[in-house]
Structures are given as C-alpha cells and as structure tokens.
C-alpha cells in the first residue's frame, strides 16, 4: 500500500463538464504531482505542488488547473471535458520538495468523457 | 518531444527466461534513473533505482544496465515468473520531476 489516496475511482461524465480529482498524499509527503496516463502517451507529468506552493508544470493543459490546501490533500479540476480527457490520472507523494525521488503513487482516478 | 524512449512496447517471455527492455535517454541532467512497475488497475511503484555513477544495480532478480556513455540503460529480469506480468516504465529524473517512457507490457507464460 502506498499511503496515497485518490478519489474517485472511476468517473464518467459529459463533455463539456467539469470535474474534481481528489488526492490525499501518503502520511509526512509533502510534495503531490499529477500524472495523466493513457495508452499513447504513456505517463504525463502534469504539475506538482510542494506544501501549498505551485512548484513545477508539465504538459497542463489551461483548462486543467490544480491546487493544494493547508493539509495537503490536493486537488485537480479539470474543465470543458473533451473526449480526448478520457484517462487514468495519477496523483502522486513524495517528502521533498524538489527530490521526485521515490515517488508513491495511487491508485488512480479513471475518467471517461462520453 | 519524448525524453525517454522506451523498447519493446510488449514482450513476451517463457518462464524462467530473461526479460530485457531498455530506454535510452538525450538529456545528460537526468541524474537519476529509476523504474516502476505496474499491476492492472494499480499505480507504478517503484522497483529499482540507479544513478549514474554506477554502470549496474542488482536487487534479486532485477537488474539495472547503463551506459551513460550511450545515454541507455535497461532493466533485466531473471528467472522470470508469471506474476511478474505487468506493465514496465523507466524512467529519468534531473532538475524537473519524473519523466516516464511508454512502457513495456510483460507477459511471462508458463
């Protein structure tokens, strides 16, 4: 078990919608990174957050944005869903801040844009 | 643009056999290089990691090959087994987070 929790499992919704992704980091972790898997294009790395703070952006698109509260759980809001959305997004933990070093991940939250 | 690339995209080993996949990599600031395995419906999580001031790391039955003078590295599974089935990612690390390959999916058949 790696200590990260994500929420939903699965999600499917319309195009168009907007959607929360819930992350809670594995217990002491203070960095979350988001990830986007799909079979093309393998895993994506989208943003991390370190301790509240926006600390690195990867291939985010604008509609998609992310934040982290003060007891680090994070979130990733993703709007205007497209069908191309359609993914498995990963949330995942590790205890610094610019390490990404033995990341932990979870088990991800499968989003399907019908 | 793909920093890691990653071979084969799907392998297929008999039991007890070596499985080999391999990356290769351009930016010479990766300064860690680690992969992570993946169950069906599960998250990667890590297996093994190297860095590059070692040519070869082994942990049970895996290995990790690299050649930072040909910027690749690999992964080696000996004796393999059926539950070690999964998709494979290496992946590369320097001063941004993670970058990951395509994967490989492994079937180990009996």
């Known amino acids: 078990d790696s200590g990260v929790t994500q929420t939903p499992k699965h999600l499917i919704t319309a195009t168009g919608q907007r959607v929360t992704l819930r992350c809670s980091p594995r217990?002491?972790?203070?960095?979350v990174y988001w990830y986007q898997q799909s079979l093309d294009q393998g895993l994506q790395f989208l943003i991390q957050?370190?301790?509240?703070?926006?600390?690195a952006k990867g291939n985010i698109l604008e509609r998609f944005s992310a934040q982290q509260f003060p007891d680090l759980h994070s979130e990733l809001n993703l709007s205007s869903l497209e069908l191309g959305d359609s993914a498995l997004y990963f949330c995942?933990?590790?205890?610094?801040?610019?390490?990404?070093?033995?990341?932990?991940f979870g088990s991800g939250t499968r989003l399907t844009v019908v | 643009q793909q920093q890691v690339k990653q071979s084969p995209q799907s392998l297929i080993v008999q039991k007890g056999g070596i499985s080999i996949i391999n990356c290769a990599y351009e930016?010479?600031?990766?300064?860690?290089f680690p992969w992570y395995q993946q169950f069906p419906g599960k998250g990667p999580a890590l297996l093994i990691a190297?860095?590059?001031?070692?040519s070869e790391k082994k942990e049970g039955r895996f290995t990790i090959s690299f050649n930072k003078s040909a910027k690749q590295f690999s992964l080696h599974i000996m004796d393999s087994q059926p539950g070690d089935s999964a998709t494979y990612f290496c992946?590369?690390?320097?001063?941004?987070?993670?970058?990951f390959g395509k994967g490989t999916r492994l079937s180990v058949i009996a």
């Open positions: 995942a933990s590790s205890p610094g801040a610019g390490t990404g070093f033995k990341l932990r």
């Open positions: 217990s002491g972790d203070l960095s």
């Open positions: 957050y370190y301790n509240g703070e926006e600390r």
């Open positions: 930016n010479t600031a990766f300064d860690y």
């Open positions: 190297i860095r590059p001031d070692v």
């Open positions: 992946a590369a690390k320097g001063n941004t987070p993670l970058v």
